[in-house]
Nanobody, 115 residues
């Protein structure tokens, strides 16, 4: 399974961005996909996740009500819609897939929230 993220960039506080993560390879075995982020000097933290089967979602408290994870199974793509962005959302955002007991990561995309 290969993961490619896109959609990062520079945005002002209060703005929005949508990240995309497209999977290729043995995508049919993916059980769950998640978005993580890592800010400088901090540990990587899970932001949101979505289960492939029933589409159950889960969010970190810090992003509830502002971020939405969704998927397009036909395109093998997971999205992270980020609204009301804050400077503390600045980080490298990574896509993760769980498949048959293995963990796969994308290369990451930088999100910078600054005025």
């Amino acid at each position: 399974v290969q993961l490619v993220e896109s959609g990062g960039g520079l945005v002002q506080p209060g703005g929005s961005l949508r990240l995309s993560c497209t999977a290729s390879g043995f995508t049919s075995i993916i059980y769950r996909m998640s978005w993580y982020r890592q800010a400088p000097g901090k540990e990587r933290e899970r932001v949101a996740r979505i289960t492939s089967g029933d589409g159950t979602t889960n969010y970190a408290d810090s992003v509830k009500g502002r971020f939405t994870i969704s998927r397009d199974n036909a395109k093998n793509t997971v999205y992270l819609q980020m609204n009301s962005l804050k400077p503390e959302d600045t980080a490298v955002y990574y896509c993760q897939a769980l498949a048959s007991g293995y963990v796969y990561w994308g290369q990451g995309t930088q999100v910078t929230v600054a005025s």
